[in-house]
């Protein structure tokens, strides 16, 4: 199985900006997709970013041209950049993993990303 560990969540304000990191426990280039779902609380979980082994990449249209998804095959990691951040942003952002061989993504533990003044 693959571990999947987040980090760089925290307290930011409006309009600045965040950088999430996933780091895998194994090389992720045999992974089908990578990306991040995020979850606040009275709301669905929603696909935020993905991105494919090919290197295509999903945004939701919230986040289009505020997020960007990105890999680093070498560190075993994705990263989301985050700019322009508002407050509704403001959830607990989950990693995720799609192995080839597995019917059901891994999961990180997530990080909370709190966007407040």
């Known amino acids: 199985q693959v571990q999947l560990v987040e980090s760089g969540g925290g307290l930011v304000q409006p309009g600045g900006s965040l950088r999430l990191s996933c780091t895998a426990s194994?090389?992720?280039?045999?992974?089908?997709?990578m990306g991040w779902y995020r979850q606040a609380p009275g709301k669905q979980r929603e696909l935020v970013a993905s991105i494919t082994r090919g290197g295509n990449t999903h945004y939701e249209d919230s986040v289009n041209g505020r997020f960007t998804i990105f890999r680093d095959n070498a560190k075993n990691t994705i990263y989301l950049q985050m700019s322009s951040l508002k407050f509704e942003d403001t959830a607990v952002y989950l990693c995720y993993a799609e192995h080839p061989r597995h019917t059901t993504p891994f999961w990180g533990q997530g990080t909370q990303v709190t966007v407040s003044s």
């Open positions: 194994r090389s992720i280039f045999p992974l089908n997709a």
